[in-house]
């Protein structure tokens, strides 16, 4: 007889920069889901996959709630609010360094408590406070809220992430496996590689110009020597970002390249030539046609 599996989705809803990309990469053990200090990094819904003795967890990532601006940003929050149906658990992630709920996290809030699924409260960067002060911010959402658990974690320190995962595992039912053992997330390698690449412009750049970032593999060869060949389209919105993000002589372009191109052989584990290139697409985080071509809802 086959051992029996626990095994569903569990969303990750919270505003930007609490830290759900993070715990999905240290949960999952590998970087699927990008991460940085600038808000709203993550656009899409990524799949990071959690593999335990006995239990198979299929974490979401998801974009922040925030209040949006654009049709991009839009397409976000309508992504995170159909995602909330058809999943086992949900998850609401707040920042427990922050002094108190923000509008963005109170909207994270009223999106959580709509779920038909239970409600697990996740303190994260509990690091950061003793836990004394955690225990007493996350009391404040755990008092407007109807939660099964409430656990306090760091992404950082890994502090918390056992108990979190046994609490999510036991909500588990019994089920298939959705992915095979080796999976650690449904993002193609070539998504991943764009998202390195978008990840170290956002770190690089400043203001509005990360918001005006996306990134499009145009070229991926494997030469005869092994050595993987990629040549990646960094659009911007005006031309004014264009010369920012080359920087003077080259200088940013070459320094988010060379970035980048570590951080793509590491997740390839092989050799890699990298060029990245920079092209303006007027205003494409409005424009329906550009979003659907650069991959976005
Ligand atoms: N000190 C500390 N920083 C964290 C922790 N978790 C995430 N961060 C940082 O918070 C920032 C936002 O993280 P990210 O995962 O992109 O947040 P998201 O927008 O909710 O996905 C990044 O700079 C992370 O390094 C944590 O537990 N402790
Ligand atoms: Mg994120």
């Known amino acids: 007889m086959q051992p029996t599996l626990r095994s569903g989705f569990v969303a990750l809803v ?21 991460a940085c200090d600038k808000p709203q990094t993550t656009r899409n819904r990524i799949l990071g996959v ?14 922040g709630v925030h209040r949006s601006k654009s049709r991009l940003g839009e397409g976000m929050n309508a992504l995170v609010r159909d995602t909330l149906e058809g999943i086992e658990t949900c998850c609401l992630v707040v920042d427990v360094a922050a002094p108190a ?20 409260l996740v303190g994260n960067k509990s690091d950061l406070v003793s836990e004394e002060v955690a225990t007493e911010r996350v009391g404040v959402y755990a008092a407007q809220g109807d939660f099964v658990d409430t656990v306090l974690v760091s992404a950082e320190t890994g502090q918390g992430l056992d108990r979190w ?25 070539q998504f991943l590689v764009s ?41 911007v919105e005006r031309e004014s970002q264009k010369g920012i993000v ?24 092989s050799q890699v030539y990298l060029e ?12 329906p046609g550009s979003l659907q071509t650069l991959g976005y809802r």
């Open 195 to 235: 998202e390195l690449v978008r990840e170290q412009a956002l770190m690089h750049l400043r203001e509005e110009v990360p918001h005006a970032v996306a990134v499009v593999i145009e070229t991926w060869q494997t030469r005869p020597n092994g050595m993987i060949y990629i040549a990646a389209t960094l659009y």
């Open 165 to 189: 995962l046994e609490c999510m595992v036991q909500r588990m039912p019994e089920g298939p496996p959705y992915f095979p053992e080796d999976a650690v997330t449904d993002q193609p390698e």
């Open 246 to 269: 080359i920087g003077a002589h080259g200088s940013m372009l070459s320094a988010i390249g060379r970035a980048a191109r570590a951080e793509v052989e590491r997740r390839l584990g």
């Open 276 to 287: 990245v290139r920079v092209k303006v697409k007027e205003g494409w985080r409005d424009r």
């Open 50 to 63: 959690v593999h335990r003795p006995g239990a198979q967890l299929v974490l979401v990532d998801l974009p």
């Open 101 to 120: 709920p923000r509008e963005e996290d109170r909207r994270a809030a009223r999106l959580v408590a709509r779920c038909d699924c239970p409600r697990v």
């Open 14 to 34: 919270g505003r930007s920069n609490v830290g759900k990309s993070t715990l999905v990469n240290r949960l999952v053990g590998e970087k699927v889901s990008i």
